[in-house]
T-cell receptor, first 110, second 114 residues
């Protein structure tokens, strides 16, 4: 069993919809949680990070962590075609290493 | 802006060749990483380095080596390239406690071994 599970998609939604992207994990020691966005033929870029449980909002993006359920989510409001990308979740295992989800490909249809 | 620069965007090499992939960062980061990314397999860690001349094996080090002679530069070496090493290679860097706050990635090198 992988330490971090993420549905690879693709997830296709119409422009303007609310998007929900999710990851589950098995290691209760994870404390820091991140979401990265990766456009085609580019490297991943950090979108949001959160510490422990709770919500964090940044513009149209909200990151949510539920440590009791070992479940994290990224919500995108008023989705735009420019949000079409692969979204990767990642979790901190140590000062050096992140553990990665496989990434979910998101397609926003105009 | 923090920059991680990978020397080549696209490379085509022949089986058996020795291949060097170079990565340079300009933010004085202590940690540097090499990943490969394949469809359906996600990001897999090859090697990482937390200091000059220090290196640690990641999850898939076989067939690869690394070199870090200067803090800003981390090189990945394919000793004898094989077709199963065709992949997207990504370099990343972070501060010493930076795994908790994220990595900065380069744009990647798409390597094809023929």
């Amino acid at each position: 069993q992988k330490e971090v599970e993420q549905d690879p998609g693709p997830l296709s939604v119409p422009e303007g919809a609310i998007v929900s992207l999710n990851c589950t994990y098995s290691n209760s020691a994870f404390q820091y949680f991140m979401w990265y966005r990766q456009y085609s033929r580019k490297g991943p870029e950090l979108l949001m990070y959160t510490y422990s449980s709770g919500n964090k909002e940044d513009g149209r993006f909200t990151a949510q962590v539920d440590k009791s359920s070992k479940y994290i989510s990224l919500f995108i409001r008023d989705s735009q075609p420019s949000d079409s990308a692969t979204y990767l979740c990642a979790m901190s295992k140590s000062n050096y290493q992140l553990i990665w989800g496989a990434g979910t490909k998101l397609i926003i249809k105009p | 802006d923090v920059k991680v620069t990978q020397s080549s965007r696209y490379l085509v090499k022949r089986t058996g060749e020795k291949v060097f992939l170079e990565c340079v960062q300009d933010m004085d980061h202590e940690n540097m990483f090499w990943y490969r990314q394949d469809p359906g397999l996600g990001l897999r860690l090859i090697y990482f380095s937390y200091d000059v001349k220090m290196k640690e094996k990641g999850d898939i080090p076989e067939g690869y080596s690394v070199s870090r002679e200067k803090k800003e530069r981390f090189s990945l070496i394919l000793e004898s390239a094989s077709t199963n090493q065709t992949s997207m290679y990504l370099c990343a860097s972070s501060f010493v406690t930076g795994a908790n706050y994220g990595y900065t990635f380069g744009s990647g090198t798409r390597l094809t071994v023929v």
